[in-house]
């Protein structure tokens, strides 16, 4: 486990880094188009990462419960040295040449989609290696591997910046070098956690038919929809988080560096300091119920930070005061994804038969890779409406409450076997 806790972590570096400067990035390149049109191909960047892992987790779930974790890990591990190259030379294109750059970012989003669909084989590498009592607190650990990549990404790309003096494909550049580096030690380290199984029947790696099953498992289908509607609202965040603080606050490049690396600290200490104790006492569905709480409370305090920032900008002083006020929302808000994410993927990985590990766990992965393509997708768009900004964070509370009714159809026995 802490092998594949090094390997996601490192991986994620890569993630961490690009994230925080793609919007920015890829503004350079949109000068005249309108607002709803940057909206859309910023939100387009986003969500086609993510509409890759929708496709591909379930099938590289599958591929792995065949032939094993280590392969697809590896796979992933390459395409990610691969693709992130590509974006940092997409951004070293002069603003003569924005549609052959927006293009090839796209193609990098894509293809590093693809590679990361491989988080969901981390995960059966996690239960592979877990019994059922300890399976929360190891789905944790890819949790704080998110928290730790998110922390240090940003401050890697802030520093890099400054060392290859502000060229852009820097990030790229040390996303890939990064990448590089989790293959290798992978390709040292990684041992096989998949049992051999000679009974397994035949697969079809493409099978809506299967993953329409999983989805009707009374014990899992709730749970993947819930995931997906957390993420959704996450997401809304998550992407319009680098145009807002520039808009609200004016923040440059650097400011907003550290303030990613700031999410990922608070995603590292809720989900190692915090969550991880409270795995062994607690049960999963109250840590998610309290998860889902806390995002609620955190997105209504932005859409208060969100307004203040439109009434009250002619005043420092009161601008002072909304931006403490957005840092205490932010944290909360991550504090509570901290808290869903890992009991999301135990409760489904507890009730799922052994053999179908992979399988089933892509599909929970399918669900959240939806909610993040159509969260920055529709945040994006919806964020230039108003010019309040208010619009996803709005949205994000209104579905949050919608996954408070929702919370009652997820209690019920972790069973493998009632669910399989």
Known sequence: MFIVFIVVFIDLLGFGIVLPIMPRLAEHYMKG?????????????????????????????????????????????????????????????????????????????????????????????????TTPEKRARGMALI????????????????AGLKLFEDQKWGVGAIASGLSLLALIFAAVKLPETLRPNANLPPRHFFSLGRTLEVLRMPTVGPLVLIYFLVIFAFANFEATLALFTHDAFGMNDEQNFLLFAGVGAVLMVAQGGLYRPLAGKWPETQLMTLGIGLMLLGMGGLVCVAWGAYMLRPSPGAVDNLKFLFCLSGA??????????????????????????????????????????????????????????????????AVLLFVVGLLPLVKGPSVATKAA
């Not at 949790?143 to 802030?158: C, K, S």
């Not at 929970?364 to 393509?373: D, T, V, W």
């Open 143 to 158: 949790g704080a591997a998110f928290g730790i990549g998110f922390t240090f990404g940003p401050l890697i790309a802030y």
């Open 332 to 397: 909360t808000a991550v504090t509570g994804f901290a808290f869903v994410n890992p009991s999301v993927s135990a409760l489904v990985s507890k009730r799922t038969d052994p053999t179908r590990q992979g399988e089933v766990l892509g599909v929970n992965q399918s669900g959240a890779s939806l909610g993040r393509i159509l969260g920055p997708f529709i945040g994006s768009v919806v964020f230039k409406e108003h010019d309040s900004r208010i619009l996803p964070y709005a949205a994000a509370a």
């Open 33 to 129: 188009m309108s607002a709803q049109a940057q909206g859309a191909v910023i939100g387009a960047l986003f969500s086609s990462f993510s509409l890759m892992q929708f496709i591909f987790s379930p099938v590289l779930g599958r591929i792995s419960d065949r032939i094993g974790r280590r392969p697809i890990l590896m796979l992933g591990l390459a395409g990610s040295v691969i693709f992130y190259a590509l974006f940092g030379f997409a951004a070293s294109l002069p603003e003569s040449a924005p549609e052959l750059a927006l293009v090839l970012m796209l193609v990098s989003r894509i293809g590093a989609g693809i590679a990361g669909a491989s988080v969901s084989t981390a995960a059966a590498v996690i239960a592979d290696c």
